[in-house]
């Protein structure tokens, strides 16, 4: 039996999910990091990512035959010649990239996606002015990193990773503005998301028990690991992710940009993943309502009325998709005294929310919504899932699989799933 192992490596540790050639799951394990600081510490990861693979039973490790892995969107780090990190791994949200956004503005093209202080190329100019930069060789991303460990090739990402530096994936190239710069030559080599590298060095073989002919290929981020482990892969089909914030997600064929709304597109061999995030979501439900409300209550609306209650759910101003207007006030008034009509109206009012977020991506040019799969914690909520479909007219079902890991190990299975 071949075996096909992904690894996503998220802020709270790692999880691994292995399948066969049937896309069937046949182990499922997870690592936890100890402590908070452990998510920026390149020792931890290595640690983790040596113990997830140890973890799997060894009859089903010794089948492996790819391995795939995803990391955080812009966690980054900086190497010496030996592929040691010479400074504390910069993670994806940290801003202090900040300081050279003027400096960027004057390199790179208006309303790039690299002009923002979280980006990768904002970290690498932040490192530039650093003293300890002149001991950097490769400049990598997370999960270029945790691959190398594994491959032992230094210098090799992705284009899903390397699209937040700068890389052209339009025309696969690194633009010009960018190769000019003094430390182009830590850029590294960038190759679609799914690509073998080679297989696993010798020592790896032996310390983990994989077999000598395993491969390990580029990886991808955390978010478009878990859109493809959605189901999703047709022009038109999209992901709404109903967690904490909302988030779509939408394939097109088409490729779609508005700095205005935070839209940016990432290349899917072919076809384009381009969406965008909203500040509303389930976290103003779970600032009103309990968990257990939010069931009880849910199962006592009529999905197939419309409230008529019209909200903006917020918990502080401001949004950015699909309305841009950073002074944008929470609207959470009139609110009945009968609870369930309440939360009727904040998941009704939810549903215009993505249906004008959809809206909004295809009067950019993106493809015809034709269906939604939906991942999250409000993916559970069949009431709410009703009152969606009514809005977006289109079949809206749960994911086949919300895990980021499976996305990574269908990427390890098919060798390039969209090329």
């Known amino acids: ?26 182990a499922r394990v997870q690592y936890s990091f100890t402590n908070s600081g452990a998510v920026k510490d390149a020792v931890a990861w290595q640690k983790a990512l040596f113990s997830i693979i140890e973890q799997i039973p060894q009859q089903i490790r010794q089948q492996i035959k790819a ?7 812009a966690t980054v780090l900086l190497c010496d010649a030996r592929g040691n990190p010479i400074d504390t791994p910069i993670l994806y949200n940290d801003g202090r990239g900040v300081t050279v956004l003027e400096t960027i503005k004057e390199i790179a093209p208006p309303h790039h996606v690299v002009l923002s202080a979280t980006s990768s190329l904002a970290k690498l100019c932040w490192w530039s002015q650093q003293p300890l930069f002149s001991q950097a060789v490769y400049f990598l991303h997370q999960a270029d990193w945790l691959a190398y460990l594994l491959h032992g090739k230094l210098g090799i990402s992705d284009y899903h990773n390397a699209l937040k530096l700068g890389y052209d994936v339009e025309k696969l190239v ?14 590294p080599q960038v190759l679609p998301p799914g690509t073998p ?7 790896i073989s ?12 580029t990886g991808t981020t955390d978010s478009i ?15 709404t992710s109903l967690g904490s914030t909302l988030v779509l997600k939408l394939l097109s064929q088409t490729k779609v940009e508005d700095a205005k709304y935070g839209i940016y597109s990432h290349r899917l061999g072919n076809l384009w993943l381009t969406g965008g995030a909203s ?18 209550l849910s199962q006592q609306i009529d999905p197939n009325k419309e409230s008529f209650l019209n909200y903006y759910p917020l918990l502080q101003k401001g949004d950015r ?9 929470p609207k959470l008034e009139p609110r009945p005294a009968n609870r369930v009509e309440f939360l009727h109206g904040l998941l009704e009012s939810l549903a215009r929310i993505e249906n004008l977020g959809y809206q909004r991506l295809q009067q950019l040019g993106a493809s015809q919504l034709t269906k939604v799969y939906t991942a999250g914690g409000g993916a559970k909520n069949s009431a709410w899932r009703i009152m969606r479909q009514r809005h977006l007219q289109v079949p809206v079902i749960a994911s086949l699989n919300t895990e980021a890991a499976y996305g990574t190990a269908l990427l390890a299975l098919t060798f390039n799933l969209f090329n």
């Open 1 to 26: 039996m071949n075996i096909y192992l992904g690894i996503d490596f998220g802020t709270s540790g790692a999880r691994a999910i292995a399948i066969d050639a049937e896309k069937t799951i046949v």
């Open 67 to 73: 391995i795939a892995i995803d990391g955080t969107s």
């Open 174 to 187: 690194y633009p010009n503005w960018l190769q000019n710069l003094p430390f182009a030559h830590l850029l």
């Open 197 to 203: 590298i080679g297989r696993v060095t010798k020592e």
């Open 206 to 217: 032996n310390h983990l028990s994989l077999p000598l002919d395993c491969l390990v290929c």
């Open 225 to 239: 690991a878990a859109f493809l482990a959605s189901g999703a892969s047709e022009p038109g089909e999209a992901v």
């Open 279 to 296: 500040n509303t979501g389930g976290a103003v439900l779970k600032h009103f309502f309990s968990e257990a409300e939010l069931v009880s």
């Open 321 to 329: 998709f699909p309305i841009n207007d950073p002074n944008l006030l």
